[in-house]
Nanobody
Framework: QVQLVESGGGLVQPGESLILSCAASGFTLSYYTIGWFRQVPGKEREGVAMISTEGRETYYAESVKGRFTVSRDNAKATVYLRMDRLKPEDTANYFC???????????????????WGQGTQVTVSS
């Protein structure tokens, strides 16, 4: 069955970096875009980044542009989110989601994603 498993979260200080991983199984990763989202309790899930099927195109929310980098290794069935210069407001549970084959205009809208992982918690605090 389709599975997405996130890992790599943790507690870091402001300004530090983390790399999250999203391991995919049960489907051919190279056929799908993948998005990273985050959610804080009591708030809606927020789209953070999205990567095309072969990794040639990447898109980011304004709040993370220039600090976060999404990449993928289809041979390893894994998508990564490198987060640099982390801020306290980046604290959230981070999820990866399986997106469509093509890239829609509203590429960070949840309605395009059909499977989600359980998430990995990122806490940025001094």
């Amino acid at each position: 069955q389709v599975q997405l498993v996130e890992s790599g979260g943790g507690l870091v200080q402001p300004g530090e970096s983390l790399i999250l991983s999203c391991a995919a199984s049960g489907f051919t990763l190279s056929y799908y875009t993948i998005g990273w989202f985050r959610q804080v309790p009591g708030k809606e899930r927020e789209g953070v980044a999205m990567i095309s099927t072969e990794g040639r195109e990447t898109y980011y929310a304004e709040s993370v542009k220039g600090r976060f980098t999404v990449s993928r290794d289809n041979a390893k069935a894994t998508v990564y989110l490198r987060m640099d210069r982390l801020k306290p407001e980046d604290t959230a549970n981070y999820f990866c989601g399986r997106g469509p084959w093509m890239i829609p205009s509203d590429y960070l809208a949840e309605r395009w994603y059909d499977y989600w992982g359980q998430g990995t918690q990122v806490t940025v605090s001094s």
